[in-house]
């Protein structure tokens, strides 16, 4: 049975909306709640690692726990910078952190153009096999890896951490994936018609198109590389740490001083923190409009 919709009346107010589409538009009490909870759970081992680093030692174990930060901050501070070469790890994270999130963002970039863009021999094979290569467990090339780092001289050394990470096909994939729909072949042509090269075009075109899905890139690169344990832990020496090997150093001992760690781990977490804060509105921007284009 079909129905026939009547036609408003000159004047007249549109219907109001139904009750179905008015609870799908305004979130309810328990949307709040099941929201903070997870805000909550999220941000808890944040705040309890600010609350043990600025005690001391004999609070951590104590019953009820503490759960006030104490004034003790600046002087966990002091002995992690004392007890441990923490400073040059900071340095090196950050040297590799940041070399590794340009060099990926760029390249990631450039690849992806070319795979989303431009014609060529062989291209969905090649693309292929990039994403193939996530299929290979990290660990299966480790063994390979050193050797050659050990051949070029560099175990020991932060470059051993950089070039392997230099490129990703997770990068490639998700910048291919953002370009097909965010540049349009139209404006490409058009840029060809001006007489521009494709390196202009990526140039010009691609790039300020580009940065919300770059900048989720580059977030993610950054805290992937901030984060990583197991390779910089077998090719670098404990002379010359990144803040994760520095954090296994300093929880190694025959006891552990969780105080110290958990000092260590809250001055490891601020340059991620500042990384988000600064490129924040294009990471959430670049979220949504890949949420609105889905």
């Not at 903070?36 to 009820?64: E, H, N, R």
Request: positive net charge; glycine residues 8%.
């Amino acid at each position: 049975m079909t129905t026939v919709l009547e036609p408003l009346a000159p004047g007249a107010p549109p219907p109001a909306p139904s009750r179905r589409r008015r609870s799908l538009r305004m979130p309810g009490p328990w949307t709040y709640a099941a929201l903070i909870a997870v805000l909550a759970g999220s941000a808890f081992p944040v705040y309890w690692s600010l609350v043990v680093s600025s005690q001391t030692s004999d609070k951590v174990s104590s019953v009820p726990p503490v759960l006030v930060p104490g004034g003790h901050l600046f002087a966990n501070i002091s002995r992690v910078f004392d007890q441990s070469d923490f400073a040059l790890a900071m340095m090196n994270s950050l040297i590799v952190s940041g070399t590794i999130t340009v060099s990926v963002v760029f390249f990631s970039t450039l690849a992806g153009f070319a795979f989303a863009k431009l014609k060529f021999r062989g291209r969905s094979a090649l693309m292929l096999l990039v994403v193939a290569t996530q299929a290979v467990p990290t660990e299966l090339g480790v063994i390979p890896l050193y050797m050659m780092m050990s051949d070029f001289g560099w175990a020991g050394e932060i470059h051993a951490v950089i070039v392997p990470g230099l490129v990703t096909a997770f990068g490639v994939f998700f910048m291919r994936q953002y370009f097909e729909r965010a540049v349009p072949d139209e404006l490409l042509e058009a840029g060809r018609m001006d007489g521009c090269s494709s390196l202009r075009l990526y140039w010009n075109v691609v790039l300020p198109a580009a940065r919300p899905a770059a900048a989720v890139l580059g977030l993610f690169t950054f805290m992937q590389a901030w984060n990583d344990f197991f390779w910089p832990l077998v090719v670098l020496t404990p002379e010359n740490p990144t803040v994760q090997t520095a954090l296994n150093t300093l929880a190694s001992g025959y006891t552990t001083d969780y105080t110290l760690v958990l000092t260590a781990a809250t001055i490891g977490t601020v340059p991620v923190l500042a990384v988000f804060l600064l490129f924040g509105r294009q990471i959430v921007g670049g979220i949504m409009q890949g949420a609105l284009k889905g």
